[in-house]
Nanobody, 120 residues
Framework: VQLVESGGGLVQPGGSLRLSCAAS????????MDWYRQAPGKQRELVTD???????TYTDSVKGRFTISRDNAKNTVYLQMNSLKPEDTAVYYC???????????????WGQGTQVTVSS
């Protein structure tokens, strides 16, 4: 199983970016899909989560600015980030809970990360 993120880059404060994360490989089922971020010198933090049925949660600092969504047919999760601030600068990672067949439990798989830099 592989998770591949795309869409990071450099953006000015107040700008927008859309991240994507596609899961591929031996996938039987995907449960929750998450976006985490890690800023320099800080611990990795959970930014947002989306359940398979579409229920979402957000950390307070991004509520009203970020939107998570998913396409179950494409095994892909998205993160639309608006009104970006310098403090959003971090490496963003996607994580998915995946069953590789009907006989195994869900386990976490991580993407490689994509850099988001918010600066003028």
């Amino acid at each position: 199983v592989q998770l591949v993120e795309s869409g990071g880059g450099l953006v000015q404060p107040g700008g927008s970016l859309r991240l994507s994360c596609a899961a591929s490989g031996s996938i039987f089922s995907i449960s929750d899909m998450d976006w985490y971020r890690q800023a320099p010198g800080k611990q990795r933090e959970l930014v947002t989560d989306i359940a398979r049925g579409g229920i979402t949660t957000y950390t307070d600092s991004v509520k009203g600015r970020f939107t998570i969504s998913r396409d179950n047919a494409k095994n892909t999760v998205y993160l639309q980030m608006n009104s970006l601030k310098p403090e959003d600068t971090a490496v963003y990672y996607c994580k998915a809970m995946i069953r590789i067949n009907a006989y195994t439990s869900y386990r976490d798989f991580w993407g490689q990360g994509t850099q988001v830099t918010v600066s003028s």
